[in-house]
């Protein structure tokens, strides 16, 4: 979502709570108001709207189960009453702990997800299945050890014990990545079987993945945290990186890795992590790039930081600190921008891409014409630079192994 578009939303929009990342972490125990870009008073109870609609669904097993009801377009499981809005027609007065606060916050993490990436994406967003099914269903209180998103058109969150306990429709980034499933199954398809790769499969993890990485670039705390805590060096583990992140510093996965498709394993989760580490470097290195341009740091500090852990040599943390000082804002603005024109990069290249017979490959060669496109080939050493030392080029192709199975429905690995 532009700044612009976050302005208008802070003026106009409704109020929600949402946790900026997973409530165990440092820096992040109490959830903060966001704006989401629809006219308070216009959100129905639920919450509910022209594309969304939440059921606080009871003792509910996962779809699927044989405990569980079948999948309708409207739940007919037991639930509780629609969450309601308050008198101004926010819904920012629901506290955690509450079974109402976990069914708005996971309509406001879909909704704010939704509204950045098609902004991105300069269109609506449709969702890739049946006409008769107008709505995604949300169900945020599953008794299940797991998240997923179905392309059957709904999404519904367990926890890690199944319990009430830290559940994932409260984490931010759980959420953006299994709603990155739906918008991927929207832009690019799915393929049939004969048309289906490995690298489509990876590809469909890394697409979750980073439209997680942008969407939290969202929240000002965010920004200021990885800023404050880094000092602008984010080739290093840092919040931004680690995607998904748990209780007790845990994340599902590591966006600043040094995986290589050599050897890499043909399970979606790992073989997306080359394609996503690449990524993460481009979105680093626009920015880098832009302090550079703005004189923030020297090109020689850039250069020595690339894609290797600044804490591990010397002086380049401290290089980064002394850069940073006093100079906080302009860091914040070189970030927001890189954070927009790396989404609208990603946005483009994605709508390139086919659903058959995907290749990274393939996705490295929409991502070089979408520069070409929108920022003139400015980019285009950064972006090749940032795959090939991972073995992805414009000619990468895994070859496909027999007797492959594939699964359609999502489910996130924690």
Known sequence: MSQMLDAQARENGTKFLIYAQDKTVSGFEEPEVVYINIPAGTIEAGPEDDRLYVVDALNKKEFGSEESPPFRYRYVGPHNPAVQPNSQGHFDHLRPGERAFSAATMYATVRRVLEIWEDYFGRKITWPWTSDIPKLLLIPLVEFQNAWSSPAGFLEFGSPTG????????????????????????????PSRSNRTDEYDGHHEAFGDLVSIVSCLHFNSVVDHLLNSTKGNLFSRNELARVGELRNGREIRLAFNDKKMRGISREEHALSEPFTGGAFDILVEIFQRNLIERDLISQELGDLSFHVDGNQIPGVQQQFADKYLGKEEEFKDALLDARDKFGRLMATAWSKTSKDQLHYGKVLGNILEADRQLYNGKYEGTIRGCFDWRGITTETMLEPLQFQIHVVDELVTV
Do not use: M, R
């Open 163 to 190: 319990g009430p306990e830290n559940p994932y429709c409260e984490n931010f980034d759980v959420l953006a990545h299994e709603l990155g499933h739906t918008i991927k199954n929207s832009i690019i398809g799915i």
